[in-house]
């Protein structure tokens, strides 16, 4: 390969990198392979950036409560927390927005995190999601550049729309992100009325060792309520910490906000025949092709006694698993499995599992690690702090076992062969879901953000909203002022065209 001009991206110390944008994984569809030191690498320098706030969803609100089972699906997963109807699990449910600081407005345009701890029997599972089913990436090599482009200029410290269009406009797989981000859901009214998604496809098994995969979805049953862009825009100076307050208030009067778990369900046959990829999680399983099934419901009856213990030191991860619940291949999920630890480590230190907050309730915590800071238990008295020994110590169950998953493949920086796939879920949206009011609001939002960048961005961007839907692309373009034939050129061109038509000075 013909070697490019100009300077050369290495690794922190000085090695070249080949490939930026992919990462290294056991054939196209992963998962991930640890030898890719350019993406750990990546990823705990990213983890690590800031102190001692997190680094996303700094803002949040949380509270305790329950899940209750309504719905037998120990058919499809063997996880005790699910095994009978009417079973109760105690939660703590965490809220927040992403992209902003601990003192930014609750009514920003964001996405919302949705997480809660399940302190099951078997030790404590989180679902840490959005409120949105699908995200900007499906790569995780691209999430420290993503977020990057969300903060704040390196030179300026201020927000800027042409670092947040040029990457979402150099990432076409953000389309579909992008439209309900600029929709009237991308500024909730409250945390408890919206609704929350695993986004990611994750593994259910059940006893017999069989599999599914599975996407989760918590529908508010407060209704779905959003503010209009200039209401938000209001209220950012009205109430900053409006749904903060929301959602304790409405928890001390005695309104317990209350969520209905649904799940998608997708054998290993269907997945292998789908016409989406199942695990990138740019892509939803429409409903009329993987109906959802009510699982159970969560209710939220507790505000915390100290907001620093309980929600500030919460720590959720999506690689806290329980039997019968496991991840899948899915690339950026791969990723977070090793960022979120390694994020808390960094930020709260080594033992921050011990908090109370987060320490298992319903079962012993009994491991062999110790030392390390904050250590404030016992340490494991005298036992053995190793394995295997001879003392009758805690020792492991292969009963408890996820079944073994087929992985193949070449060893490569496999790039995703989507084409223009990348655009036929948010053309859907637009046009066979979003109400005329809907898509006003969508192109008004959009343009007010996207005028303030420079015209070349305009364009291409633009350009990605013409190939979802042409109508789409045509309203932005015309909202901006721009020449609407060259956007439509512009979308007719390959994503390098269109990059090498739309030079930024």
Known sequence: MKKRKGKTLTTGFGMPVDNDLDSLTAGPHGPILMQDMHLMEKLAHFDRERIPERVVHAKGAGAHGYFEVTGDVTTYTRARFLSEVGKRTEVFARFSTVGG????????????????????????????????????????????????????????????????????????ESIHQVTILFSDRGTPRTFRHMNGYSSHTYMWYNAKGQYSWVKLHFKTQ????????????????????????????????????????????????QAREYRFDPFDITKVWPHADVPPIEVGRMVLNRNPDNYFAEVEQAAFSPGNFVPGVGPSPDKLLQGRLFSYHDTHRHRLGSNYHLLPINAPKACKMDSYQRDGAMRFDDNGGSGPNYWPNSYNAAAPDPATAPPAVDVS?????????????????????????????????????????????????????????????????????????????????????????????????
């Open 409 to 505: 493949g070449m060893a490569a920086r496999h790039q995703y062969a989507s084409g223009d796939i990348d655009f036929v879920q948010a053309g859907a949206l637009y046009r066979d879901v979003m109400t005329d009011t809907d898509r006003e609001h969508l192109i008004d939002n959009i343009v007010g953000h996207l005028k303030n960048a420079c015209e070349p961005l305009q364009r291409r961007q633009s350009a990605l909203f013409w190939k979802a839907d042409p109508e789409y692309g045509q309203r932005v373009a015309k909202g901006l002022g721009l020449n609407v034939k060259e956007v439509e050129d512009l979308a007719a061109m390959s994503q390098e065209e269109r990059v090498a038509a739309t030079p930024i000075q």
């Open 101 to 172: 600081a601990k003192g930014s407005a609750d009514s920003e345009r964001d996405p919302r995190g949705f997480a809660i701890k399940f302190y099951t029997e078997d030790g404590n599972y989180d679902m840490v999601g959005n409120n949105t089913p699908v995200f900007f990436i499906r790569d995780p090599l691209k999430f420290p550049d993503f977020i990057h482009t969300q903060k704040r200029h390196p030179g300026t410290n201020l927000k800027d729309a042409n670092m947040f269009w040029d990457f979402l406009s150099l990432t076409p």
């Open 222 to 269: 407060q209704g779905i309520e959003n503010f209009s862009g200039p209401e938000a825009d209001h209220m950012r100076g009205v109430d900053p910490d409006c749904a903060t307050r929301d959602l304790h208030e409405a928890i001390a009067r005695g309104d317990f906000p209350v969520w209905r778990l649904e799940v998608q369900i997708m054998t290993p046959e």
